[in-house]
Antibody, heavy 119, light 107 residues
Framework: VELVDSGGSLVRPGESLRLSCVAS????????MSWVRQVPGKGLEWVST????????GYGDSVKGRFIISRDNAKKSLTLQMNSLRVEDTAVYYC?????????????WGQGTLVTVSS | DIQMTQSPSTVSASVGDRVTITCRAN??????LAWYQQKPGKAPKLLIY???SLESGVPSRFSGSRSGTEFTLTISSLQLDDFATYYC?????????FGQGTQVEIK
């Protein structure tokens, strides 16, 4: 099982950014997926989740209305579209695999991709 | 939102010590709690899920328990590889929330 995160970069407040996570080593469309972020040196914050079929996405309060999670099962990829970025969105973003469809615990994680929002 | 309060924030221990970390939820979450270990510059690693189920490949010195809304992670005999930061996470209710973390450092 491998998850490879990418797409992080330095952007200005108000700009958009798209993160990607490519999966391998397992049947991607058997699993729900999520994004979790971490400000360097700080704790973990759940960002968003999506089930195996792409239905019923969920979002944390701090990103609701600005971020959109999606997936392409044919390409075994997960995406986080981040709009109207704020300084406080600066963090390492990890994609993570749910251990089971109805278990929002994460048994595999990407290596993380750093998003920096600064003017 | 469900608040997860972890204690202590730091624990200083020696190899071979028994270490206990506690996580308390501010309302009932049944058994929907996980524990993760994180080392600097690395992604978290799942240790325990469903409060007390040991993730495959995790050493048996790690164990989890639950009493009401209080959850405990125990390391029965601390090893060098265990010095890290530990987080609890509830998955009972969205938004999912994590504890603030407990750093296990060398005494």
């Amino acid at each position: 099982v491998e998850l490879v995160d990418s797409g992080g970069s330095l952007v200005r407040p108000g700009e958009s950014l798209r993160l990607s996570c490519v999966a391998s080593g397992f049947t991607f469309d058997d699993y729900g997926m999520s994004w979790v972020r971490q400000v360097p040196g700080k704790g973990l914050e759940w960002v968003s989740t999506i089930n195996w079929s792409g239905d019923s996405p969920g979002y944390g309060d701090s990103v609701k209305g600005r971020f959109i999670i999606s997936r392409d099962n044919a390409k075994k990829s997960l995406t986080l579209q981040m709009n109207s970025l704020r300084v406080e969105d600066t963090a390492v973003y990890y994609c993570a695999r749910r251990k089971a469809e109805f278990a929002e615990f994460y048994d595999y994680w990407g290596q993380g991709t750093l998003v920096t929002v600064s003017s | 939102d469900i608040q997860m309060t972890q204690s202590p924030s730091t624990v200083s221990a020696s190899v071979g010590d028994r270490v206990t970390i506690t996580c308390r939820a501010n309302r009932t979450i049944s058994r929907w709690l996980a524990w993760y270990q994180q080392k600097p510059g690395k992604a978290p690693k799942l240790l325990i899920y469903d409060a007390s189920s040991l993730e495959s490949g995790v050493p048996s010195r790690f164990s989890g328990s639950r009493s009401g809304t209080e959850f405990t992670l125990t390391i029965s005999s601390l090893q060098l590889d265990d010095f890290a930061t530990y987080y609890c996470q509830q998955s009972d209710t969205y938004p999912l929330t994590f504890g603030q973390g407990t750093q296990v450092e060398i005494k």
